[in-house]
Nanobody, 126 residues
């Protein structure tokens, strides 16, 4: 059974940083594209970033380029999202997601991905 457990969210001031973790079980990260999505109240779920070992690629939403960095620790089967220079617009629940049919980061549609974590809340506020 595929499961993701996100952690690391919290309250941070504008301009601050956070590191989110996504611990995976039931699948090996080496073979699948692992995504970070976020969803703010009243908004659609948006893909923030993705990492794929199969083609060595990463992908970022324009809104986070240069501020967020995705990485993976295959020994721990965990994906991280380092977030810096946070703004109130980054406030959302952050989820990691994957699908056994997706090894690349070429699809941003949330409906494509079958497996999701429970999410971790990130609130950026002074």
């Amino acid at each position: 059974q595929v499961q993701f457990v996100e952690s690391g969210g919290g309250l941070v001031q504008p301009g601050g940083s956070l590191r989110l973790s996504c611990a995976a079980s039931g699948l090996t990260l080496d073979y699948y594209a692992i995504n970070w999505f976020r969803q703010a109240p009243g908004m659609e779920r948006e893909r923030v970033s993705c990492v794929s070992i199969s083609d060595g690629s990463t992908d970022y939403a324009d809104s986070v380029k240069g501020r967020f960095t995705i990485s993976r620790d295959t020994a721990k089967n965990t994906v991280y999202l380092e977030m810096s220079r946070l703004t109130p617009e980054d406030t959302a629940v952050y989820y990691c997601a994957a699908d056994l049919e997706r090894s690349r980061c070429n699809v941003r549609n949330s409906g494509t991905y079958a497996y999701w974590g429970q999410g971790t809340q990130v609130t950026v506020s002074s």
